[in-house]
Nanobody, 121 residues
Framework: QERLVESGGGSVQAGGSQRLSCVAE????????VAWFRQSTGEGREYVAA???????RVADSVNGRFTVSEDKPKKTLYLEMNDVKPEDTGMYYC???????????????WGQGTQVTVSS
C-alpha cells in the first residue's frame, strides 16, 4: 500500500527559506505523480506545485518565482523549495498522489499527513 510522508516543516521568518520533502513509500503506479498542496486555517486545500508525468515542474501562480519543485526519482522523493516566504504562506503543506495533467490542477487519490509551515513577520 502506498504511503506519503512529508517532512521539513517548521517556523521561519518572512523572507527566509524552507525546504519540504515528501517520500512516497510502497508501489507507486507509473501513471501517478506526487503534488504539493497547502491549507491555511479556515480555507480549502490549495494547489502549490507538481511535476507532471513528462517530468515538467509546475508551480501555482501564487508562488511562481519563489517556490520551486524538484524530485529525486531513485529516492521517490519530491521536494518543495520555498524562498522569500511570506506570512500568507503559513499553512499545512500536504503531498498528494494522483494524476497530474499538464494544464490543470492535479486530481489526488491519496494524501499524506501534512507538515506545518509557520511564517512570522
Amino acid at each position: 500500500q502506498e504511503r506519503l510522508v512529508e517532512s521539513g516543516g517548521g517556523s521561519v521568518q518572512a523572507g527566509g527559506s524552507q525546504r519540504l520533502s515528501c517520500v512516497a513509500e510502497g508501489y507507486i503506479h507509473p501513471n501517478y505523480c506526487v503534488a504539493w498542496f497547502r491549507q491555511s486555517t479556515g480555507e480549502g486545500r490549495e494547489y502549490v506545485a507538481a511535476i507532471d508525468r513528462q517530468g515538467r515542474p509546475r508551480v501555482a501562480d501564487s508562488v511562481n518565482g519563489r517556490f520551486t519543485v524538484s524530485e529525486d526519482k531513485p529516492k521517490k522523493t519530491l521536494y518543495l523549495e520555498m524562498n522569500d516566504v511570506k506570512p500568507e504562506d503559513t499553512g499545512m503543506y500536504y503531498c498528494g498522489l494522483g494524476i497530474c495533467p499538464p494544464t490543470t490542477i492535479p486530481s489526488i487519490v491519496k494524501w499524506g499527513q501534512g507538515t506545518q509551515v509557520t511564517v512570522s513577520s
